[in-house]
């Protein structure tokens, strides 16, 4: 299986300062990483998909990259409604895999 | 817009069995791959199987093997999971989620489902 690690496990941070969590994986998955985000008690949301392809209606603030083993998730500048657990996900190979979360919370 | 809902919450004994449902709507739902993950509180989300709803076959993690089956309705655009041999370990919130192919990323989630095992 592949295991996806997520550094760091939470964070604070305050309203327009710049977040990055990254996401590794145990060997390499080409492009096939998505970022999910979860609000408490609610189902998780596609973020991005393919590494860095920005699902319609997410906004522009949020971006991904990287390539391989090694991948990040960008928020440009932190909003409120931006709280939450932060997940990504491997789709190369079954068993689909996801990161531990990395919870966001506003300062 | 593209809507999955999944059935209610379940209070199961150990050693039972849960069947949860999560229909498709407004979308061809044979085209696409569902998945199901579930996420223990305070845990990862965690892959558990596949069903492809045109053709039925289904791909199992191999930590639930034997124990969850996958199937579908293609009338009902509904697809099932059941979890049998219930333990405690096994409360969890369960999601369904449909794949998006070509990168097959989980582009839509349904709302999710409480299993508690408890006696």
């Given at each position: 299986?592949?295991?996806?690690?997520?550094?760091?496990?939470?964070?604070?941070?305050?309203?327009?300062d710049?977040?990055?969590?990254?996401?590794?994986?145990?060997?390499?998955?080409?492009?096939?990483?998505?970022?999910?985000?979860?609000?408490?008690?609610?189902?998780?949301?596609?973020?991005?998909?393919?590494?860095?392809?920005l699902?319609?209606?997410?906004?522009?603030?949020?971006?991904?990259?990287?390539?391989?083993?090694?991948?990040?998730?960008?928020?440009s500048?932190?909003?409120?409604?931006d709280?939450?657990?932060?997940?990504?996900?491997?789709?190369?190979?079954?068993?689909?895999?996801?990161?531990?979360?990395?919870?966001?919370?506003?300062? | 817009?593209?809507?999955?809902?999944?059935?209610?919450?379940?209070?199961?004994?150990?050693?039972?069995?849960?069947?949860?449902?999560?229909?498709?709507?407004?979308?061809?739902?044979?085209?696409?791959?569902?998945?199901?993950?579930?996420?223990?509180?305070?845990?990862?989300?965690?892959?558990?199987?596949?069903?492809?709803a045109?053709?039925?076959?289904?791909?199992?993690s191999?930590?639930?093997?034997?124990?969850?089956?996958?199937?579908?309705?293609?009338?009902?655009?509904?697809?099932?999971?059941?979890?049998?041999?219930?333990?405690?370990?096994?409360?969890?919130?369960?999601?369904?989620?449909?794949?998006?192919?070509?990168?097959?990323?989980?582009?839509?989630?349904?709302q999710?489902?409480?299993?508690?095992?408890?006696?």
């Amino acid at each position: 299986d592949i295991q996806m690690t997520q550094s760091p496990s939470s964070l604070s941070a305050s309203v327009g300062d710049r977040v990055t969590i990254t996401c590794r994986a145990s060997q390499n998955i080409n492009s096939y990483l998505s970022w999910l985000q979860q609000r408490p008690g609610k189902a998780p949301k596609l973020l991005i998909y393919a590494t860095s392809s920005l699902r319609s209606g997410v906004p522009s603030r949020f971006s991904g990259s990287g390539f391989g083993t090694d991948f990040t998730l960008t928020i440009s500048s932190l909003q409120p409604e931006d709280f939450g657990t932060y997940y990504c996900q491997q789709s190369y190979s079954v068993p689909r895999t996801f990161g531990q979360g990395t919870k966001v919370e506003i300062k | 817009q593209v809507q999955l809902v999944q059935s209610g919450a379940e209070v199961k004994k150990p050693g039972a069995s849960v069947k949860v449902s999560c229909k498709a709507s407004e979308y061809t739902f044979t085209s696409y791959t569902m998945h199901w993950v579930r996420q223990v509180p305070g845990q990862r989300l965690e892959w558990m199987g596949w069903i492809n709803a045109g053709s039925g076959d289904t791909t199992y993690s191999e930590r639930f093997q034997g124990r969850v089956t996958i199937t579908r309705d293609t009338y009902a655009n509904t697809a099932y999971m059941e979890l049998s041999s219930l333990k405690s370990e096994d409360t969890a919130v369960y999601y369904c989620a449909r794949e998006n192919s070509g990168w097959n990323y989980f582009d839509y989630w349904g709302q999710g489902t409480l299993v508690t095992v408890s006696s």
